[in-house]
């Protein structure tokens, strides 16, 4: 299954989801409906799942184009990313993100939201920068941010806003290891083979027992929070 900007492939039971919209890999609402579309696909046919992105890119966060196109539609784009994250987060299947670049804002919570994250070494920027560019980080993203990250780095990456490059966001969480650029994808299959290895259900129902607390804070205050997803600076 190929799209204009995401490709589905298959090999030795890992679906690989490789994203690329010719620029920053933003989610918008044609990224989800495809991502969506392959987990769809990978969960009947896969043992694991890896998701890519372009080289140099990896995901910039949610469309801009949208974010600045009213509240609505705001809340609309945010509130359809929370879902994908959640998704992500509970998917029965092992996920792994081979992150080839940047990955900022959506893009820092897509790393999150996985079970094993492999990142490329050389000058990228990794973070959630929502607090330095004036919107408040709805709950959910900073549920994971607290499930995922270094709990003495926790703040600085949240609250604070820091930007990391990807040796040191190893360090904070982002990351669990990273890797040549060139040997990037061969080194997060290496990750996603031996996660499908793991017996099944025992996978799935363990990884939500691990989170359970986590995603029914999430959808508890989804609804509630939405508030804050229109950008707007709060107090």
Do not use: W
């Not at 609309?76 to 994908?84: I, P, T």
């Amino acid at each position: 299954m190929s799209t204009s900007i995401l490709n589905y492939s298959i090999e030795n039971d890992i679906a690989t989801l490789a994203m690329d919209d010719g620029k920053a890999n933003a989610l918008g609402h044609a990224m989800i409906g495809e991502i969506n579309a392959a987990l769809d696909r990978a969960q009947n046919e896969a043992k694991a799942v890896l998701i890519a992105g372009r080289d140099k890119r990896f995901c910039a966060g949610f469309d801009l184009e949208v974010m600045a196109s009213g509240p609505d539609n705001v809340r609309k784009l945010v509130g359809a990313g929370a879902e994908l994250l959640m998704r992500l987060y509970e998917y029965r299947l092992p996920v792994v993100m081979a992150c080839t670049g940047h990955a900022l804002a959506a893009g820092g919570l897509l790393l999150l939201a996985a079970d094993a994250r492999i990142g490329a070494a050389g000058a990228f920027k990794i973070g959630l920068p929502e607090v330095a560019i004036g919107m408040t980080l709805p709950i959910f993203g900073i549920e994971l941010a607290r499930d995922r990250l270094a709990r003495n780095r926790f703040s600085e990456a949240v609250t604070q806003a820091r930007i990391y490059g990807p040796d040191e966001a190893v360090a904070v969480g982002y990351l669990d290891e990273t890797a040549a650029p060139e040997a990037l994808i061969e080194t997060a299959s290496a990750r996603a083979a031996t996660l499908a290895a793991l017996a099944q259900p025992a996978f799935a129902n363990t990884k939500r027992k691990e989170r359970a607390a986590t995603i029914a804070h999430i959808r508890e205050t989804l609804e509630a929070d939405s508030g804050s997803f229109d950008g707007a600076k709060k107090g």
